[in-house]
């Protein structure tokens, strides 16, 4: 079924729902469980050793395959979205007092499902959005991932806070299950189980992503969109412990980078959305990149003076709403990239090297910061933006990716 037969809004009903469904376990998880197992008296090495729980997402490029030649995309989130909701209301026969081991395989279970769910979304908006409606497509992604950050990380936070663990657990639990709604409502395209008349044997589906990543083109193309955010994650993965060190109360640090952050960022994707939308993906990717990489410089001159609130607010602010557009266009890009038989598994490709560049890109800024200090480091992170920037636009202007960009790459 094409968007030419339903209203136009439902396919962007459908992936609002579905992305606000995987942000909102892992906001809870990445926000309000520290806050939770520092109120059980967990140690600050524990609590950092839970980002391990969370390699499904850096992995999920090796079943990618299986969820593009398997079925219909439908038929995996479907039942994954009802199992999510159903653990969650699982979780709360648990009791955090008695020791966080159930929580901790519930977190990674988590993951897990919701990385699956994001190649079958993935591979659907690729099939429901043409190439005109992908930005927007794109803004509403990085959107809803947000508010579902913000509704598992600040409400549910607030539940616990006001009537405890089990009243959160069955909040989560019913969010998960009235995002399930817009699934119901949608049918299973024709054209999205026609993809699947010749399913190969699984061994080879196993190692689907290889042919993949060898297209040509391709392999250029997850290194041109590391390059492009590897200067705004390394400077981001620093914000914290910058204001940490400077003595900044964890409440304010928390509204700035967490409340004010999410917020800008939710403008962001929609700014960047609509201008993937208006003027095309060079334009998009060329302004959205510079003002990305000229917003870091507010964050040099913050850490030499992290103490003038004006200033780091004013950092906070550019570099979230700047970012968040980045990342949309960046995305929609992703996006035209994959071929629509492949979807899942190309556009997992890409999201992949991203999620693994951030975490060099974070351990590149504490090794500068350590040795240098803040200052350098995000000098760094702003050079390394620009030149990501340049080395994308440059090496697509030269028709250097794979050739499916070409016939959006300078259309307007």
Same mark, same amino acid.
């Given at each position: ?153 600040? @409400? %549910? #936070?607030? !539940?616990? &806070? ?7 657990? *069955?909040?989560?639990? /019913?969010?998960? =299950? ?117 917003? @870091? %410089? #507010?964050? !040099?001159? &913050? ?7 004006? *200033?780091?607010?004013? /950092?906070?602010? =550019? ?94």
């Amino acid at each position: 079924m094409t968007i030419a037969r339903q209203p136009a809004a439902a396919p962007l009903l459908l992936l609002t729902s579905l992305y606000i469904a995987q942000g909102l376990p892992y906001g809870f998880f990445t926000q309000a469980l520290p806050v939770l197992m520092r109120e059980h008296g967990a140690s600050l090495k524990a609590i950092s050793a839970t980002s391990l729980l969370f390699l499904p997402w850096a992995l999920k490029f090796l079943w990618a395959p299986m969820v593009d030649q398997i079925g219909t995309r439908r038929g995996w989130i479907l039942p994954i979205q009802f199992i999510a909701a159903l653990a969650a209301a699982a979780l709360a026969l648990i009791d955090p007092a008695q020791g966080f081991t159930a929580v901790f395989v519930a977190v990674f279970a988590f993951n897990a499902l919701a990385a699956i769910q994001d190649v079958a979304t993935d591979g659907l908006a690729v099939r429901l959005l043409d190439a005109q409606a992908r930005g927007l497509g794109n803004g509403i992604q990085v959107g809803a991932y947000r508010i579902g950050m913000v509704l598992g990380g600040g @409400l %549910l #936070l607030w !539940v616990y &806070a006001r009537f405890g663990w089990v009243p959160m657990c *069955l909040g989560m639990s /019913a969010l998960l =299950a009235f995002t399930c709604l817009p699934v119901l409502l949608h049918r299973a395209a024709q054209e999205d189980a026609s993809t699947r008349k010749v399913r190969p044997p699984i061994a080879k589906l196993a190692a689907g992503w290889w042919p993949r990543l060898r297209l040509p083109g391709m392999s250029l193309l997850l290194a041109l969109v590391c390059a492009y955010k590897f200067g705004d994650a390394m400077t981001a993965s620093l914000v914290g412990p910058m204001l940490k060190d400077a003595q900044w109360p964890t409440a304010e640090i928390a509204v700035v980078k967490g409340t004010l952050g999410s917020i800008m960022g939710m403008v962001g994707a929609a700014a960047g959305g609509w201008l993937a939308f208006r003027l095309g993906r060079r334009r998009a990717l060329l302004g959205c990149g510079i003002a990305q990489a000229l917003s @870091l %410089l #507010l964050y !040099v001159a &913050a850490a030499g003076m992290p103490a003038d609130r004006a *200033l780091v607010w004013t /950092a906070c602010i =550019a570099e979230h709403l700047f970012g968040g557009m980045a990342t949309v266009a960046l995305f929609t890009l992703m996006m035209d990239a994959a071929d629509p038989e492949h979807a899942g598994t190309d556009y997992t490709l890409l999201a992949c090297a991203v999620v693994v560049a951030q975490g060099l890109a974070a351990f590149a800024a504490a090794a500068i910061g350590d040795a240098h200090g803040y200052v350098p480091a995000f000098a760094v992170g702003f050079v390394a933006a620009m030149i990501g920037c340049a080395l994308l636009v440059v090496a697509l202007d030269r028709g250097r990716g794979p050739a499916r960009l070409e016939a959006v790459w300078q259309k307007p």
